[in-house]
């Protein structure tokens, strides 16, 4: 079972930010900026591409919503999008708000937040969510 399963399943806490039937979303708990987001599936698969095609089809729709909020919720040009895949072999898909391709390096160092810092931003994208 991946880290990302037990994520789902409710043994390791998260910062949640929306759940469907196959998906689940959460903060990003070594963030490249303030409200990093993981979108996941809720079966393991290891690499995005590998998905059945349904997950494949509708893991975007799911996530639309979300960028939105990130877009609403940050100080941002846009929210950017990065399928990465080497860190948890789960497949995953990263939305980032975005000021520049620099916000996407995942070489740079990760950024580190309190809890209630967290919870400041997951409350924020929460909010937001509920415009669209």
Not at 12 to 29: G, H, Q, R, T, V
Not at 94 to 110: E, I, M, Q, Y
Request: aromatic letters at 10%; a negative charge; proline letters at 6%.
């Amino acid at each position: 079972m991946t880290i990302f399963s037990k994520i789902i399943n409710g043994e390791i806490p998260s910062y949640k930010i929306a759940e469907n039937d196959k998906f689940f979303a959460f903060l990003d708990i070594n963030p490249l900026v303030e409200g990093h987001t993981l979108v996941i599936p809720k079966i393991e698969v290891d690499k995005f591409w590998d998905m059945p095609d349904d997950y494949l089809s509708t893991i975007f729709e799911f996530a639309k919503p979300i960028s939105r909020a990130i877009e609403a919720s940050f100080s941002c040009n846009r929210c950017g999008l990065s399928v990465v895949g080497i860190e948890v072999p789960h497949a995953h898909m990263h939305l980032v708000p975005l000021n520049s391709a620099n916000d996407l390096n995942f070489t740079r160092p990760k950024l580190s937040f309190t809890d209630a810092q967290m919870k400041n931003t997951q409350q924020k994208i929460l909010n937001a969510l509920d415009q669209f």
